[in-house]
């Protein structure tokens, strides 16, 4: 846990003392202090519910304090995770009495040096990663964003095609051939708008998302060879939008040093996005029958991933006007000691 520290006074501008207090004692001790409720927790449920249950309370912990507006609310996800690790630790060693009657000995060591290859290897990857990678919530957001227009994009490729052929479309492979040509088209003529105008690229990615996600989930309500013609090109011409402005985009959010990291984390959240919708779509399909009903499952994905996009480059533009506003100020600042305070208290 103490590899935050430096991240947690660097965001919250506060001091070693306090960043320690909420990084390590909070946890520990409220980790310490579950010990009863831990114990009486593992006599209802068991060892393997525990054991889950603490492991979830770690994540929602981890995940919600990664984007805790403040110190108190990051004390209370604090809290949370120490009652994880209290749940886990309780219960763990109850596993090789519960469920093994054999080899207890070897169960008990892997247990035990569990902890030790975590601290020897998460610490070093932890730190590079969060030296590399966007931290804020402007980047958590962008991250639910692409999950979901992921989503949308892996569920249309894999069964745009199967879909045409069940509303008797004649060779669908033409039909969908309109995808490739259209998203060509759309990185030129966004290539030609960026060049010539001075739009912000977060407006544009608005765009962007709105254009590509309705386009592809509208197949749902697809019946006839032009509506499917239709769907298909604007589909393409979206995602050629999106591909030619997202390297800017996430450059705006987190400078040209940790472009690589954001770039790398993007690709693995699409990953995981891929898997996850493939695997929600099949169980729609199987269930219903039909697959329109993978479809319907991307509009819901589509929907949630241009609400984030919005509200993602809403808080973009609003933190550049305020940091030009600082600026702004500080050029006017004839003062010394006014221009240090100004620069000690903005918040980026």
Known sequence: MNIFIPSIIDEYNCTKTEADAVVIVVPTASSLMGGPVAAMFY???????SIFSGALMCFIGFSLGSMAPSMVMLSIFSVLIGLGCALMRNAIISVQCEYFTTKRNT??????IGPGIGIFLLSRILVPLINSVWVHLEFWLHAAASFC??????IYVSNILGHMRNEGIAEPEV?????????????????????????HIAIVMIFNYVVAQTSIFSAAFCTTLWEFRLQNFFSGFGIGLFQAT??????????????????????????LAAFAAVQIAGT???RYHSIRAAFHISVVFGVCAII????NSVLILLRQKKRAERDELL??????????????????
């Not at 169960?107 to 035990?112: K, L, P, Q, T």
């Not at 390297?247 to 959240?269: H, R, W």
């Open 43 to 49: 006599q209802f449920v068991g060892a393997r519910v």
């Open 107 to 112: 169960v008990m060591s892997f247990i035990s």
């Open 149 to 154: 227009a992921s989503a949308v994009c892996i």
């Open 175 to 199: 039909v969908y051939s309109y995808n490739g040509i259209a998203s060509i088209i759309g990185r030129a003529l966004l290539t030609l708008l960026l060049g010539f105008t001075n739009i």
């Open 246 to 271: 997202l390297a800017q985009f996430l450059l705006l959010m987190v400078g040209p040093s940790q472009l690589p990291g954001a770039l790398g984390f993007t690709n693995l959240i699409n990953g």
């Open 284 to 286: 729609a399909t199987e």
């Open 308 to 311: 984030f996009a919005i509200i």
């Open 331 to 348: 050029k006017a600042a004839e003062i010394p000691e006014l221009r240090a305070m100004l620069q000690h208290t903005s918040e980026d």
